[in-house]
């Protein structure tokens, strides 16, 4: 029989998360969830008609990397803020090299096709 635990995190199992099941998978009480959502443009978590905030997968991520810039790394909140933007930020401009790099390595081949096939080598 297989147990989970309750701070295991699933992310295939759900699409949402209510805040007390954040808070259970993260280890960080619903207060500071909520200061950080009201701190934080990047979280967005969805009101239900009730009042109730549902967060998506990456919202969890988001929290758990904030947990542990916040707690493990010593950063204040507006330090974990800075940090995630630079990674944010990073991991943007590494996409677009790659793309860059793809579209150069198709451009070149195209070009050593054509050149093949004017007879040159």
Do not use: C
Not at 44 to 72: A, S
Not at 96 to 107: A, P, S
């Amino acid at each position: 029989m297989h147990h989970q635990k309750m701070t295991e995190y699933d992310p295939q199992n759900k699409d949402y998360f209510k805040i007390g099941e954040v808070s259970r998978i993260v280890g960080v009480k619903e207060y500071s969830i909520r200061y950080w959502v009201s701190e934080l443009p990047a979280l967005k978590p969805i009101m239900t008609p009730t009042g109730y905030r549902l967060f998506k997968k990456k919202d969890v991520e988001t929290i758990m990397l904030l947990k542990k810039l916040i707690y493990g790394e010593g950063l204040t909140l507006s330090g974990a803020k800075k940090r995630l933007q630079e990674q944010s930020a990073a991991a943007s401009g590494e996409g677009e090299e790659k793309q860059l790099k793809k579209v150069f390595g198709m451009v070149r081949q195209q070009l050593l096709d054509l050149r093949k096939m004017l007879g040159g080598a």
